[in-house]
């Protein structure tokens, strides 16, 4: 049963379909918040999280040039992570604060000129080509652990894979604790519930915002790091191509909630992997291909049938 099913359906399906959830929940935790609270769709989330995989790469690569230390992806992200927000603070600053009062819609105009920026700055600096995120050639870093010797079942788990699994959970548990044990969080779901109201009790809402900016920021880049180390590559448009995922994630899980984002990005993840699977004879249930195009129709289907999603988000 394991040789004929699980091995293949499990290391090569399931396990790299909760990666992807992984790395889409982490994305649309950012979407959601800014949503929740700023009441604007931020499409330049998904280009300010290939900045931070690109920053990472060059404080990897700083560092091996000047020290000759070669340093971790995660550990190079500590630096890249205040660049991030203060980006994501300038991009408010700049084009998001002036059209606060303003139209929904001038300011999701300014976010996806702001995308444009972001993607045509990355070019321009780093250039158009694919970058190898981590230099030289790579060992095999699977970890193999058997369950019993009798079915003689193997689990294939790279290194890396096992990093985004405990980053993720890191990053949720985190969130959690902010979100129900401090005053800046309970500020931030008061200003998501009602920001006039949240204001005449005395709540700093610019602080609030800011506060988002750097939720936002630190799980962005965490997403664009863990990306890049699953991919082991850089691309100009890796950001946008996340993008519609991402928010097919928070619109599952229901926007201005994070725990949904999280349960919409790891369901997002695995029905993309798992279609792909050749549930019927030996062709795939779908083409690779059209993966993108299965986490766009579970969005119109929720949008249609529960635009509030499945934690009872905000609808508009």
């Known amino acids: 049963m394991w040789d004929a099913f699980g091995f293949e359906f499990v290391n090569f399906y399931l396990i790299p379909g909760l990666v992807l959830g992984c790395i889409y929940a982490l994305g649309a935790i950012g979407i959601t918040l800014t949503f929740g609270i700023l009441r604007f769709a931020n499409f330049a989330h998904g280009e300010l999280m290939m900045m931070g995989a690109y920053l990472t790469w060059t404080i990897m690569a700083i560092i091996t040039a000047v020290i000759g230390i070669t340093v971790h992806p995660l550990i190079a992200a500590i630096p890249a992570s205040i660049v991030v927000i203060y980006l994501f603070f300038w991009t408010d600053k700049f084009f998001y604060k002036p059209f606060r009062k303003a139209d929904t819609i001038k300011v999701v105009m300014a976010s996806f ?31 193999l652990m ?13 290194n890396k894979h096992l990093l985004i699994f405990a980053g993720t959970i890191v990053f949720v548990v985190v969130l959690s604790y902010i979100l ?10 008061a200003v998501s519930d009602s920001p006039d109201l949240a204001h005449v009790t005395g709540i700093d809402v610019d602080q609030v915002i800011r506060a988002t900016w750097i939720v936002g920021g630190v799980c962005a880049l965490a997403a664009g790091v863990f990306l890049a180390m699953d991919i082991q590559l850089l691309e100009t448009t890796m950001g946008f191509r996340m993008l519609l995922p991402m928010f097919a994630a928070a619109i599952l899980g229901g926007i201005g909630k994070p725990y949904g984002a999280v349960a919409g990005g790891l369901i997002i ?22 993966k993108t195009g299965v986490a766009f129709a579970i969005m119109v289907v929720m949008l ?13």
Not at 146 to 158: E, N, Q, V
Not at 180 to 189: D, E, P, S, Y
């Open 113 to 143: 000129g702001m995308m444009l920026i972001l993607r045509s700055a990355v070019q321009v600096i780093w250039g158009p080509n694919q970058l190898t995120f981590v230099p030289g050639i790579a060992k095999p870093n699977a970890g």
């Open 146 to 158: 058997s369950w019993t010797d009798d079915i003689g079942a193997i689990l294939l788990i790279p």
């Open 180 to 189: 129900n044990r401090t005053r800046i969080g309970k500020a931030m779901r």
């Open 269 to 290: 993840g695995l029905a993309e992997e798992l279609s792909a699977y050749p549930w019927i004879g030996t062709e795939p249930l779908l083409s690779p291909g059209y």
């Open 304 to 316: 249609i049938l529960r635009p509030q999603g499945l934690f009872k988000g905000r609808s508009f």
